[in-house]
């Protein structure tokens, strides 16, 4: 019986009580499912039961698919409108009446389902369909940077196709951005298709140097340059990747690939701060000029005289330092500058008058240069020797062991050496002094 909602009668209207196996307790019960259902009455005499298993037919149900496609060179479908059961009557728009036909052409396929609870009518379109291409319309190539390619492989006709690219996309669309191999494949029920793309990614040229700069002494700019397939062209020609820069001048290099062309330069000055200005100690002749330089690329100067020239000139004896600073750093140096009279350094009196009033007391050698050994011996008339000394400086009080001489003329000797601070030179010399009261 078809489904719908039915009643159940025990039939006998002598039972004491009834029960149903719903739980009811009526004589009869209204059932709108399948299933067994049984009844037991009960009365003075005893107890009477009896049971019903109530199956439904349900009107049809259409199982047709509404659309399926066809592939090109003979391909055929089969289409199922529903079970293959007695119960069941089909009726195809092609005259055919069984639950599935097979289809080997393109059309619109009605069929009519019946059972004696119903009917169903169902329609399936069937399309013509062709086996996917594809064309990424990109050879293999090389990107700049981080330039990136957009893909767009969807077909519009092919309703079934299914899209799988190899960084794991499943859209149609799809943007690459990784250097390697990508591929996309497309397939449905008609066949497969596919295309690659082989990208390799090359960086943009960048700049090398940074601002112009000074370089000191032993001081070097070393560059190593790196691009992928790149090229370089320094200023005197080179194009090496390797670069020494330990002069001064205008340094300029031109980087170049696929994906740019660029040229960077650096002015660089080279600045020296030498060690030392060669200073020494000098011996000059009374008269003579000494030019000290302590000359420096970019130099500050400032010696012990107040002077801020890089040159200075002497003309006095004395100590003379300089301090000399630039970008490098600084550096001190000092010479001492002595005079003497070149002619004749030594200076003899003629006389002398030891009476203790504090004039001319003494004798002694007046010297204006470098005695670097000294011996003076003084006779009387008779040679005997009344004084001696190996002191330049010293000097004779006109008594010989305590007691006071006569007036009279000595002769005095003198043997010397003097230096100019590079060689020594030795004099003697013989003369006269007269000793007076």
């Not at 059972?115 to 169902?122: F, L, T």
């Not at 009196?349 to 007391?361: I, K, L, S, V, W």
Request: aromatic share 12%.
């Amino acid at each position: 019986m078809c489904a719908g909602t039915y009643g159940l009668n025990a039939n006998y209207p002598y039972g004491d009580s009834y029960l149903w196996s719903t739980g009811a307790t009526t004589q009869g019960i209204q059932y709108s499912t399948p299933g067994i259902y049984w009844i037991q009455v009960t009365n003075m005499c005893g107890v009477g039961a009896d049971t019903i298993n109530a199956n439904f037919l349900y009107p049809p149900i259409n199982q047709l698919s509404t659309e399926e496609y066809l592939c090109p060179g003979g391909d055929q479908d089969t289409i199922t409108a529903g079970p293959n059961n007695p119960n069941y009557t089909y009726s195809w728009s092609t005259g055919q009446t069984t639950n599935s036909i097979i289809v080997t052409t393109p059309g619109n396929y009605f069929v009519q389902i019946s059972n004696q609870c119903g009917n169903e009518n169902s329609y399936c379109n069937i399309y013509p369909l062709l086996p996917p291409e594809v064309n990424l319309g990109v050879n293999d190539t090389v990107l700049c940077g981080d330039v990136q390619l957009q893909f767009d492989v969807f077909i519009p006709t092919c309703q079934w196709c299914y899209y799988t690219w190899s960084n794991g996309e499943l859209l149609p669309f799809n943007i690459i951005n990784t250097e390697g191999t990508s591929w996309v494949t497309i397939t449905n029920e008609c066949g497969i298709a596919s295309d690659s793309i082989t990208i390799n990614y090359l960086p943009y040229a960048g700049y090398v140097f940074a601002n112009d700069t000074t370089l000191c002494n032993s001081e070097e700019l070393t560059f190593s340059l790196s691009l992928e397939n790149g090229d370089f062209l320094w200023q005197d020609g080179s194009t090496d990747s390797s670069y020494i820069i330990d002069t001064t001048g205008l340094f300029y290099v031109t980087q170049h690939n696929l994906c740019s062309s660029i040229t960077d330069s650096i002015r660089v000055k080279k600045l020296t701060l030498s060690l030392e200005f060669g200073f020494n100690d000098t011996l000059l002749c009374r008269g003579d000029k000494l030019l000290l330089s302590a000359s420096q690329p970019e130099g500050i100067y400032l010696w012990n005289n107040g002077s801020s020239d890089a040159q200075l000139e002497i003309t006095d004896a004395g100590d003379y330092a300089v301090t000399v600073s630039n970008y490098c750093g600084s550096l001190d140096d000092e010479a001492t500058v002595y005079y003497q009279n070149c002619e004749s350094c030594l200076h003899i009196p003629t006389a002398f008058t030891p009476n203790e009033d504090g004039h001319n007391d003494k004798f002694r050698v007046l010297h204006d240069c470098l005695i670097t050994q000294f011996e003076i011996h003084i006779y009387n008339r008779w040679g005997k020797e009344v004084f001696t000394s190996k002191n330049p400086d010293g000097k004779w009080d006109g008594k010989y062991l305590g007691v006071d001489q006569p007036i009279e003329v000595y002769i005095y000797e003198i043997r010397y050496s003097k230096s100019d601070l590079i060689a020594e030179t030795s004099e003697y010399l013989k003369g006269n002094i007269s000793l007076l009261r």
